[in-house]
């Protein structure tokens, strides 16, 4: 569907109270197959956000964000209080409440063919999941995907989601003239456990399966197996089985760090913690009590944990990048080892 022609119905005041800061919307849409959701779909004005901070020309100065807001509903999302910056005060709407930017290829490729883009390497997958579910309604991503392609522009691209899979050709396609750099984010392999502290994700062995795709596609592709749940997912056991699966789905590195819980987050965690787990609930407040990252010793323990796993079945690291929290860019000519100190951001 193409959206530049579409018309901007007005934005009465009042007609979504509390929404003042979404801009340029075109209509509200609560789909049956969606139960409890609700999308505002938007006319956005650029496609491209600058990284605060970063340099021109170094990865990632640049991310695309088609979505914002994300079903996946992990209940450790680093990005859900950035949805009070739409007045959304609940920090439950960021699963339920999304943004569809619903003419972003469009206003993308306008921006990509401006004589001053440097073809910088953009990152998809750092604020929301640009394959969460409604992705399979919109098809936002083929005409982002055919846009970077035609401009030669690399990506990085970080997701949850299996409808990554549909994409793959064009994937291909951008990878014929740079790199493309693919993670899959799977953290938990207790079935149970994912269905409570990622509602809205697809299963292990489904990402597993896209990330084979991936590979068969001729695609490099790693796994994000973060954040690491502290008395949830750090047995021995659970790594051990989380890496020989990895390893089988073929990937091309793996990335992992422990669990951090940011403001805006931190409470919202250990609320769920508390209704799920109460018997953790003394241990997660010992550990965070001084900031958002798990204690140096907790995080040390871990590496001598994992580190012989990875080796055990053949896996190697790979490196994130500081800026964005994605998969650190070839095109940057550095693939260095993750470093154990803790990542500014994670999936
Ligand atoms: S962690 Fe990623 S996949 Fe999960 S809700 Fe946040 S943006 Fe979505």
């Given amino acids: 569907m193409r959206w530049s022609g579409q018309q901007l119905e007005a934005e009465a005041p009042g007609a979504l109270p509390g929404l003042a800061r979404v801009h340029g919307l075109v209509r509200t849409s609560r789909p049956p197959e969606f139960a409890g959701m609700t999308f505002y779909e938007v006319l956005a004005k650029s496609a491209l956000n600058k990284v605060p901070g970063s340099v021109p020309g170094t990865p990632y100065a640049w991310t695309i964000n088609p979505y914002r807001g994300c079903s996946h509903a992990c209940v450790y999302c ?14 439950g709407a960021f699963d339920a409440e999304v943004v ?14 401006k004589p001053s883009w440097t073809r910088s390497p953009v990152a998809l997958g750092t604020n929301t999941d640009p ?7 919109y098809r936002l991503m083929p005409r982002v ?24 050709p064009l994937l291909a396609r951008i ?3 740079g790199p493309v750099d693919l993670a899959m984010s799977v ?37 994000f197996l973060m954040p690491v749940l502290p008395y949830l997912t750090d047995t021995t056991a659970h790594l ?19 669990l ?22 003394a241990a997660y407040r010992r550990m965070y009590a001084d900031g958002p990252y798990a204690p140096k010793a907790y995080r040390r323990w871990l590496a001598e944990r994992i580190e012989p796993l990875l080796t055990k079945h053949g896996l190697r690291r790979g490196a994130v990048d500081d800026t964005t929290g994605t998969t650190r860019s070839r095109s940057a000519g550095i693939v260095q080892a993750v470093a154990t100190a803790p990542q500014p951001t994670l999936f």
Avoid at 78 to 91: E, K
Avoid at 100 to 113: F, I, P, Q, S, Y
Avoid at 263 to 278: K, S, T
């Fill in 78 to 91: 680093f990005a859900r209080p950035t949805h009070r910056y739409l007045d959304f005060d609940d920090p």
């Fill in 100 to 113: 569809v930017k619903v003419n972003v290829g469009d206003v993308l490729r306008t921006e990509l063919a």
């Fill in 131 to 137: 394959y969460q579910r409604a992705e399979g309604r």
């Fill in 145 to 168: 995907l055919e846009a970077l392609a035609d401009s030669g522009t690399p990506v990085s691209l970080l997701t949850k989601g299996t409808l990554l899979r549909r994409d793959l």
């Fill in 175 to 177: 990878a014929e003239h």
């Fill in 187 to 223: 953290a938990v392999f207790d079935p149970e456990l994912q269905a409570l502290v990622e509602p809205g994700t697809p299963t292990a062995a489904a990402r597993l399966a896209t990330v084979r795709a991936a590979r068969e596609a001729g695609l490099e592709c790693g796994v």
């Fill in 240 to 258: 051990d089985a989380a890496l020989a699966a990895i390893a089988e789905a073929g990937a091309s590195y793996v990335v992992w760090t422990a």
């Fill in 260 to 281: 951090h819980l940011k403001p805006g987050v931190r409470q919202w965690y250990l609320d769920w913690l508390h209704r799920h787990f109460p018997q953790h609930d």
